[in-house]
Each structure stands twice: as C-alpha cells, then as structure tokens.
C-alpha cells in the first residue's frame, strides 16, 4: 500500500531540547526518503534524506535514522531552536511510469518554546 | 545557481473560471518537473510530472492538466474551477536517478469561491 504514516501530528519542545519524529511504511518499492521542513506560505525545504542502503544521515543538528527490516524511519533535531518550529514532511520515493512519484507523510507541526 | 519561479503568487477565481498556473526553472538543462497540490494545513499530494519536453504523466488529476511546453516552463491549467481546487500549488524540478531529490518553488496559493 503506497502510503506513509507520520507521528506525531504536532509536538512542543523546549528550546535545546530533542525532537524526534517517525514514519512508517509498507511499500516494499520505497527507496529513498527525503525529509522537508516547511514554513507557513512557503514550499518546502529538502532538510535531509536518506537511500534504503543506509540506516543513518547526519547533518549538522539533524540525524536521520531507517530501518528497513521494520520499514521506518525517524527524524532527530537536536538542540531545537525556535527558528526550527515549522511543519516536517517524511516522504517517500519509488519509480512510477518511467519516472518517480514522491509520496509525502501527513506531516509533523513543531513548535520550540524559548 | 538554479532558480525556480512560480506564478502568480496568488489568486481569487470564481467556480466555474478557468485557470492557468505557472512554473519556470532557470539554471538547469532538462530537468524533471513536478506539480503538487496542498489543501490547508495537510500534505502534499503529487498530480503530475514530466521528465520532458511535451510528455506530461498523471498521478491524480484533480480535474486539472498539465503540460510542458518548453524545457524550462510547467503550466497547470483547467477550463472549469470547482471549490476542491482552492489550496496550495507547488512546482518541483529534480535530475531523476534513484536519489530523485525533488526542490520546490514558492508555492501559488488559490482561492476559488
């Protein structure tokens, strides 16, 4: 099934705190997972992605963790800043008609209290 | 450095209107094109690509078309707007292969009433 779930809807960190976000699948064709972060009335900003070969990305303050075995995934952001509430996106890509389709989880809103 | 530019930034349109949205990508030979839609704080919902020039492929189609009619430009379009359209539109380019990172544009956000 050509789905992917995200948890949890919406969190509140502390500033310097860890967020932790996660996402699951079924979709055995799935093989390679971005990760956006999105402000309010902007696109979406390709914050860290990650092949179905590796289990772990890091970059700077974000890490990013996959396994496939359990088909999830996870977002880590630590030390979350204010500047770091926005809306978080997992997603999912897979070869469709000779091209790829992105599949994008429902989404994560998260705020950082000072 | 590439640039992705999507019009208008807004709009407000009737039912019934029809519609034309825009994306042009500057700096980049023969990219894959995107189109998503977004509902008001939900997710993202692919509705077309095209890995060329005058080859477009549908994912959903919402009522809506897509066709590309240069390398650079991606145009969204629909004779007769219904309410569902309103929401958020965002174009992406990408240079396909297995890591297909997809880079979106600022978005256009439509009204219909």
């Known amino acids: 099934q050509q789905q992917v779930r995200q948890s949890p809807q919406s969190l509140t960190v502390w500033e310097g705190g860890t967020t932790v976000l996660t996402c699951s699948y079924e979709?055995?064709?799935?093989?390679?997972f971005p990760w956006y972060q999105q402000f309010p009335g902007e696109g979406p900003a390709l914050l860290i992605s990650?092949?179905?070969?590796?289990d772990k990305k890091e970059d700077g303050r974000f890490t990013t963790f996959f396994n496939k075995r359990e088909k999830k995934l996870s977002l880590h952001i630590i030390d979350s800043q204010p500047g770091d509430s926005a809306t978080y996106f997992c997603?999912?890509?897979?070869?469709?008609?000779?091209?790829?389709?992105?599949?994008f989880g429902t989404g994560t809103t998260v705020s950082v209290s000072p | 450095a590439q640039t992705i530019h999507q019009w208008p930034v807004a709009e407000i349109k009737a039912v019934g209107s029809p519609l034309s949205l825009g994306c042009t990508i500057k700096?980049?030979?023969?990219?894959?094109l995107y189109w998503y839609w977004q509902a008001t704080g939900g997710t993202l919902q692919q509705l077309f690509y095209?890995?060329?020039?005058?080859?477009v492929e549908s994912v959903v189609q919402l009522n809506l078309s897509a066709s590309r009619p240069k390398d650079d430009q991606f145009i969204l379009s629909t004779e007769k707007l219904l309410l569902s359209h309103s929401g958020f539109y965002l174009c992406?380019?990408?240079?396909?292969?297995?890591?297909?990172?997809?880079?979106f544009g600022p978005g256009t956000r439509l009204l219909v009433l």
């Open positions: 990650i092949l179905s070969v590796s």
């Open positions: 992406a380019w990408s240079l396909g292969g297995n890591q297909d990172t997809q880079y």
């Open positions: 997603a999912a890509s897979f070869s469709y008609q000779g091209g790829r389709a992105l599949i």
């Open positions: 700096g980049k030979s023969s990219p894959n």
């Open positions: 979709d055995s064709t799935f093989n390679y």
């Open positions: 095209s890995i060329t020039v005058g080859q």
